[in-house]
């Protein structure tokens, strides 16, 4: 096992201000194989790659790297494709207007003297179309391709640059099922030419279909490698190795006091804006009572956070069909002011570029969603405006000098209360709340859901959209799962575990995988 | 809700700043904000002294605010743009078009001047109404929808005239533009100055009570609120500071001709906007939308149409620019307005205002102006040729941007 060894990554440990990322986390890789990375939203997947590949270089982690037998110290992403690391992003990185062979060839010119030599780049590119199975003229514009296609011209780009090991974060999350087989059957095309692959993917049918080994991580940590032959391994295996056993989270003590029905979404479909025919969400059916704290769990790609946003003032897709209902009643929203109007509220998964004015002070965030309640006629009374952010400030136990303070300087544990507070101010009845405790160490992240509690038992209901499982079943009396725009499951309190609901969650019906 | 207090001691939230680094900081914001004025204050000493005194002279002072009075107006309207994020190129050709409208009703038409200052301001707001409809709801960028009206609009103006400049306007409007309050009460001896307007002191007076009055029970409301406001001493010395400088221009005033009319505009106009900038909902949503647009939209804010009033607003202060440049010149000409939109943009990034949006004070895109009338007006009375004003003036707008982006960021690197 030593010999054949093409990567060995070891004691890697990378640290984000407040957050380990990865600690001591071991890799190794077998020439020839395909390895799969499984692992949690945030278990350190993504972090490791980017290590990997030098976009964050040598001297911002700990841990050694040996790639083909010997040590490597990478300066950024041109040096790790020197030595044949080519990773592949899930946000595609194709440049629209330029052709496909030009995206092939881009930052690595075939050129003489200066001077782009078209035929040859014309050539070159058609053989590495016919390598990956694309039947395309080499000069059509990356943008008149499909997202199946892209990927190919990824990887057509990465076989340009000779690579010996190809790296694929979620290579499948945006294809369809036919695109999806026929990427499978390319790796394993360039498996027999001897490349070797890392693939990163939630789909664990897919991971089954074709890897030769997995690796586990969760909570930036290695859990286990699994030899898939070897090993017998099943889907069930690797769900266990991915929530783990144990919660090892701490959370805080809550009885629930679960009234009436209060938010009804029935039939709920969404569509995506930049491809009409994709459904983001199919259907869904959900529930929300007074004084009960609903998880809404899925893997990255499941439709929460699109489900959420359209039902709150159609923020997001198009072609939003079927029916929401307040206090029994069926009702209409079809601004972000409708909605708050009728006691909706929805704190935002990414509060740096949807929750908060980072250049404006606490007081101000906090009064913006509720500022017409503020207002006389118009105008906004400045003292009270203090008032009311102060008692927040103090409620929420936000750490901030004055509610004069800029929120940009804040930590994320203080941005997330005061995005809170706002929403607070609404005085809403139904809270949703996307990832209320990402980025947010351990001490803050208790704090928030004490508030969350507290917010129940003020008779509100709450909807937790959340990646971390652990968290859901800490905090919620109920929790539905997610997969591929379908609301797969729905589970109380006493019948869910980690396994069950990740079950759901990876639940794809209509998916074929070609063996 | 206290007993959200978490169990542990949650060490890495918002690790107290070092010492040093709070002393840092607020030196540095406080530069930031009032970095401008002390600019400003330095500026105008400098050219003082250079004109050994000329500057500051009752005529040259009141000649200084009657010329730029147009460009500040401007400049209140692109700062309320420049904030939401979004920028006026067509504002000089809005100005034109507007003179020229005012100047058919007025001239060729025998409308009443009021009647036609109102239909001009009519005009503006549709002006502004177009751009907005454009850029707010089929959201092509300012800068496109802009420049296709700077050529636009120069265009119509060169239409509505028929390639010549029509005049002359009416007694009032010229007043309006150009002209002094009269002398109600007479004059009054102030020692070694000379006589000096007695209504125009009062005003003065007046004006400077109001001031003290309203910051001092801003003063009590904030601290009767609990919040912090600052030692008394700073606050009388503030308050001095802008009394002299009040009393200071108002005195040179009255020496002179008395009041221009269009000061008392300009000063309405300063005020109403301050007032609408800081204490209104419609100010707050537009801060909240140039500071992050998508946040703002998704805490109920309507975004589109907070834009499409800007832009309406922006054309009707064009349009009153438009007829008081007109009035001042006693003829609407079709190349009037011309680099009106580069003097008021200028004067509101030098004035503090932030290239990404979000940022911006009416009072300080005031200052900016004025810091480029002392300018241009101290280098003239030096005999500078106006390569040499447009130069220095390109060096300092280039320099207060330079200043507000180097400051951002060393604020952003200490924490």
Redesign the interface.
């Known amino acids: 096992m030593t010999d054949d060894a093409i990567l060995r990554m070891s004691g890697i440990t990378k640290v984000f201000p407040g957050v380990k990322a990865l600690q001591d986390v071991n890799l190794v890789v077998r020439r020839g194989e395909i390895h799969a990375i499984c692992g949690e939203n945030g278990a350190g997947k993504s972090t490791l790659m980017k290590v990997l590949s030098g976009v964050y270089p040598h001297g911002s982690y700990e841990g050694e790297i040996d790639f083909d037998g010997e040590p490597c110290r990478f300066s950024g992403i041109r040096d790790s494709e020197k030595h044949g690391i080519v990773i592949i992003h899930q946000e595609l990185a194709l440049s629209p207007y330029l052709s496909i062979a030009e995206n092939i060839f881009l930052g690595n010119e075939r050129a003489h003297r200066g001077l782009i030599d078209w035929n040859r780049t014309n050539a070159d590119a058609a053989e590495l179309l016919a390598r990956v199975g694309l039947d395309e003229n080499p000069v059509t514009p990356a943008m008149d391709l499909g997202v199946g296609k892209q990927q190919l011209v990824e990887i057509a780009k990465a076989l340009s640059k000779d690579v010996k090991l190809l790296i694929l974060d979620e290579p499948t999350a945006a294809l369809n099922d036919a695109d999806s087989a026929h990427l499978l059957d390319l790796l394993r095309g360039l498996r027999e030419q001897g490349i070797t692959c890392v693939i990163i993917s939630h789909k664990l049918n897919e991971i089954k279909a074709i890897a030769d080994s997995t690796t586990i991580l969760r909570d930036g940590r290695t859990i286990e490698t699994l030899d898939m032959e070897k090993d017998l391994v099943t889907e069930d295996r690797i769900i266990s190795g991915m929530v783990g056993r144990d919660l090892e989270h701490r959370f805080p003590e809550h009885e629930p006091t679960i009234g009436e029905e209060v938010l009804r979404i029935e039939d709920w479909t969404v569509r995506s804006p930049t491809q009409h025919e994709r459904l983001v969400v199919s259907g869904a059916n959900l529930t929300l009572r007074r004084g009960e704290i609903v998880g809404l769990a899925g893997l990255m790609g499941a439709g929460r956070t699109e489900l959420a946003m359209s039902v709150f003032g159609r923020s997001y897709g198009v072609g939003i069909t079927g029916r929401v209902y307040k206090d029994g009643k069926e009702i209409r929203i079809k601004s972000v002011g409708d909605a708050i109007k009728h006691g909706i509220a929805y704190a935002t998964e990414d509060r740096k570029r949807y929750g908060l004015n980072l250049i404006e002070d606490i007081k101000r965030n906090v009064s913006t969603a509720g500022l017409r309640k503020l207002a006389r006629r118009g105008w906004v009374p400045d003292n009270e405006e203090f008032r009311v952010a102060e008692g927040y400030r103090k409620s929420m136990n936000i750490k901030a000098p004055s509610v004069l303070a800029v929120t940009g300087k804040l930590s994320g544990g203080n941005q997330q209360k005061v995005v809170l507070s706002k929403w607070l101010f609404t005085d809403p009845d139904v809270l949703i709340l996307d990832e209320p405790t990402r980025g947010i160490d351990v001490g803050a992240k208790y704090e928030i859901y004490s508030i969350i509690n507290e917010m129940a038992d003020q008779g509100k209901a709450v909807l937790v959209i959340s990646s971390e499982l652990p968290e859901l079943l800490g905090i919620c009396d109920r929790v539905y799962a997610m997969s591929a725009g379908r609301i797969t499951g729905e589970v109380s309190r006493a019948e869910a575990t980690p396994e069950r609901l990740m079950q759901f969650m990876t639940r794809y019906d209509e998916e074929q995988i070609a063996q | 809700?206290s007993?959200?207090?978490?169990?542990?001691?949650?060490?890495?939230?918002?690790?107290p700043p070092s010492r040093g680094g709070v002393a840092d900081r607020i030196f540095s914001v406080n530069l930031r904000q009032s970095g401008i004025y002390v600019a400003f204050a330095l500026i105008v000493a400098l050219f003082a002294i250079l004109t050994h005194g000329s500057l500051l002279s009752p005529e040259n002072m009141s000649n200084v605010l009657v010329q730029n009075s147009y460009i500040l107006i401007l400049s209140i309207g692109m700062i309320l743009v420049i904030i939401a994020g979004h920028i006026d190129l067509s504002a000089g050709s809005v100005v034109a078009v507007c003179g020229a409208i005012s100047a058919v009703l007025m001239v060729n038409h025998h409308v009443p001047w009021p009647l036609a200052v109102v239909l001009t301001l009519v005009a503006g707001a549709l002006i502004g109404a177009w751009q907005g409809y454009w850029i707010a709801y089929f959201e092509i960028p300012a800068f496109i929808v802009t420049l296709a009206g700077m050529l636009i609009f120069r265009a119509l103006t060169l239409t509505v005239l028929g390639n010549q400049g029509i005049g002359p306007f009416p007694d009032q409007v010229r007043t309006l533009a150009n002209g002094f309050l009269p002398g109600y009460f007479g004059n009054v001896g102030l020692g070694p100055l000379g006589g000096a307007d007695l209504f125009t002191l009062i005003v003065g007076v007046i004006g400077v009570a109001g001031i003290v009055l309203t910051q001092w029970r801003?003063r009590q409301?904030?601290a009767?609120?609990?919040?912090?406001v600052g030692p008394l001493p700073v606050f009388i010395v503030r308050m001095a500071l802008a009394a002299f400088v009040v009393m200071f221009i108002v005195v040179q005033l009255a020496r002179f001709k008395n009041l221009p009319v269009v000061l008392i505009l300009l000063t309405v106009l300063v005020l109403a906007y301050t007032l609408l900038t800081t204490?209104?909902?419609?100010g707050?949503?537009m801060?909240?939308l140039g500071?992050?647009l998508?946040?703002?939209?998704?805490?109920?804010?309507?975004t589109k149409s907070v834009v499409f009033l800007l832009f309406v607003n922006m054309g009707v202060l064009a349009a009153i620019a438009g007829v008081i440049f007109a009035g001042r010149l006693n003829q609407a000409g079709p190349t009037a307005g011309t680099n009106f939109e580069l003097d008021s943009i200028a004067a509101a990034f030098i004035g503090g205002a932030?290239v990404q949006g979000?940022?911006g004070k009416v009072v300080g895109a005031i200052t900016g102006g004025l810091i480029m009338a002392v300018i241009n007006n101290g280098m003239s009375l030096l005999g500078a040729p106006s390569e040499r004003v447009m130069l220095i003036k390109g060096l300092v707008l280039l320099a207060a941007v330079a200043f507000d982006v180097w400051a951002k960021r060393r604020a952003g690197t200490s924490?």
Request: no cysteine; glycine share 16%; hydrophobic share 35%.
């Open positions: 809700m007993s959200v207090a978490p169990a542990r001691p949650d060490k890495g939230e918002a690790p801003a409301g904030r009767g609120y609990g919040q912090n204490r209104a909902v419609f707050r949503h801060y909240a500071g992050n998508q946040a703002a939209r998704l805490s109920g804010i309507k932030a979000g940022v924490r």
